[in-house]
Nanobody
Framework: QVQLVESGGGLVQAGGSLRLSCAAS????????MGWFRQAPGEERDFVAA????????YYADSVKGRFTISRDNAKNTVDLQMNSLKPEDTAVYYC????????????????????WGQGTQVTVSS
């Protein structure tokens, strides 16, 4: 089992920045990659970014490329999401997730590929 706890959400004005952090505990060595998803009210949970545990390869949704940066610290078992140039449409609950299986094709985009989830942290961007 892997436990995930997010932190760092909050309220920010458009154009501002926030940094989310995810602390992992338990059998973290069994994870292949960590990712961030987000879910706005009435919407599906969407992929935001992911990073592989070993070589740190990163993946981003088109909507956040150039604005968000995912990073990891394997020694501390943390994964961060630096969010810059935030827009009102970035408003959502952000979830940290861990995948045990390899990324193949576009499966990194699918929430079903991730086995463990945090409780979520609210990010609100005001216009």
């Amino acid at each position: 089992q892997v436990q995930l706890v997010e932190s760092g959400g909050g309220l920010v004005q458009a154009g501002g920045s926030l940094r989310l952090s995810c602390a992992a505990s338990g059998r973290t060595g069994s994870t292949y990659a960590m990712g961030w998803f987000r879910q706005a009210p009435g919407e599906e949970r969407d992929f935001v970014a992911a990073i592989t545990r070993s070589i740190g390869r990163t993946y981003y949704a088109d909507s956040v490329k150039g604005r968000f940066t995912i990073s990891r610290d394997n020694a501390k078992n943390t994964v961060d999401l630096q969010m810059n140039s935030l827009k009102p449409e970035d408003t959502a609950v952000y979830y940290c997730a861990a995948a045990q299986g390899y990324f193949s094709g576009l499966n990194y985009l699918r929430s079903a590929h991730y086995h463990y989830w945090g409780q979520g942290t609210q990010v609100t961007v005001s216009s």
